[in-house]
Structures are given as C-alpha cells and as structure tokens.
C-alpha cells in the first residue's frame, strides 16, 4: 500500500511540472531508450516505432549522443516521435528536441528547466523503490 501512494504522489508531481508543456497529459505508451552496448543502430530501431512514442536519446560517450540526437530529432519530426535528451539540456536545446530526461541525481533540476523551457517535456530517473526520493520531488515548485 505505501508503494501505491508513492507512485500516485510521483504521477502527481510529473502532471504538474507538465502540465505547460505541449505534451502534458500525454505520456507515451512506448519508449525506446538508446543504449551504447544493447543498441548499435538506434536510428534503424526508430524507424520501427509507431507515431507518438518517445526516444530518449542516452549515451556516456558524448560526440556519439550529439550525433544520434540531431540525427534522431530530424527523424522525430517527420515520424511523430517525441524525443528528449539524457541529462544534457545544453544538448536538448541545440537540436530542437523536446525536453530533457534527467538521472535521479539531477531531478532536482525538474523545476529550474520548467521555468527556463516551459514547453519541454521533462522526465527523471526514479530507480528508488522505497520512495525516498519523494520528499524531494514534492519540494519542487510544481506551479510555475
């Protein structure tokens, strides 16, 4: 039970802080995340998805993610896909993706990129099952 009210108390901070993005109230049902070992093509891996789902577009090496994200947000506009960017909102913004998908460690950055691009759609890494992190979340200044 305690789970439940966690994860309904996290769906209510993500409808808040996207609510003013033109995607708000609409989270996609499928989402392929690029992955440097499992994904050696994400480009041929987004020309399988249906219109509507999201890429987040993800990669430790950083000449590799600037290159799928400008070459993925392209493919993006004509295919329908929404795209964001791993923890690089400098990145998200040069290539016209958008949003931003921030780590766990950087969450709390939810509320400063709402304010700043209040259009984007913004998600964030929650890998704690415990909730811990939910004080932090509800701290946030969900009305901009």
């Known amino acids: 039970m ?11 901070a993500a409808a808040h802080l996207n609510a003013r993005s033109r995607h708000g109230g609409r ?31 993800r990669s430790r090496d950083h000449a590799r993610r600037a290159a799928w994200a ?15 960017i791993a923890n690089d909102a400098s990145l998200a913004s040069r290539c016209g993706a958008d949003g931003v998908h921030l780590s766990d460690t950087n969450a709390r950055q939810a509320a400063h990129w709402r304010a700043v691009r209040p259009h984007w759609f913004i ?16 701290r946030l200044r969900l009305n901009p």
């Open 2 to 12: 305690p789970h439940s009210f966690a994860r309904r108390k996290l769906a209510s």
């Open 27 to 57: 989270v996609p049902m499928l989402v392929l995340m690029t992955d440097d070992e499992r994904l050696a093509d994400p480009l041929r891996a987004a020309m399988l998805l249906p219109r509507g789902a999201m890429i987040i577009v």
């Open 70 to 84: 400008h070459a993925l947000v392209a493919l993006g506009r004509t295919r329908g896909l929404l795209i964001l």
């Open 123 to 138: 998600s964030a890494a929650a890998h704690s099952r415990s909730g811990r992190d939910l004080p932090m979340i509800s």
